[in-house]
């Protein structure tokens, strides 16, 4: 984050570390996926397309982490990523909360935040979170204490809030169940399926590169 915890603007982005590793892997993943592409027995047009797919999908996923960014001024919160930037106004905002990521769904960091609207849904506040912010507590209490500084005086809570973040915890602990029991018969039909449909398309394709 750029500056300290009273001075607005804030901007929330990705920290140069990350960013670097980001690209390393990308890079990394790009050569050794080529390096197998070229011992492969397939048409060579197919291991064009796949070289350019590729390198799209590469490509489109590191620009989309450079755009991701939160910044906090004297109007609201604007969540910029792939899709339009998201404003929220102060008084559109019920609460500012951390929620912690279970290890079983944990791909990346492990407590993320985000803004509650006034009618209990939810919007993820890029790059606040635990891997790019190490000290993500102090600058959450820092946001709820702006959040009830800047909201108008006549503010007052939405009693749809609650219930509303209430059924969406109850979603997810549903799932995370969910998944739990059944996530080992998923990842065997998954690599099956992976495996039956390399198979096939190599039969299918197969020929001299």
Known sequence: MDGDHGALPRHYGHRARNWGFSCTVSAG????????????????????L?????????????????????????EGIVVRGLRPPRRLAWDGIHDIRCVAVPPRRRWGPGTLTYAYRTDGRRVPLLCVDDEELPA???????????????RSAGWAPDPRAEPRIARQNAREEAWDRWFDGWRSYVLIFG???????????????????
């Open 29 to 48: 993943l790009f050569t050794l996926l080529l390096a197998i592409w070229r011992e492969m027995s397939a048409p060579r047009w197919l291991k064009v």
């Open 50 to 74: 796949c070289t350019v797919l590729l390198a799209v999908v590469l490509g489109w996923g590191l620009y989309g982490r450079s755009r991701r960014m939160t910044t906090v001024d004297r």
């Open 136 to 150: 993500l507590e102090p600058e959450l209490a820092s946001l709820r204490a702006l959040l009830l500084r800047q």
């Open 191 to 209: 690599v099956a399926a992976a495996v039956i449909a390399g198979i096939v398309l190599t039969g299918w394709l197969g020929g001299p590169a």
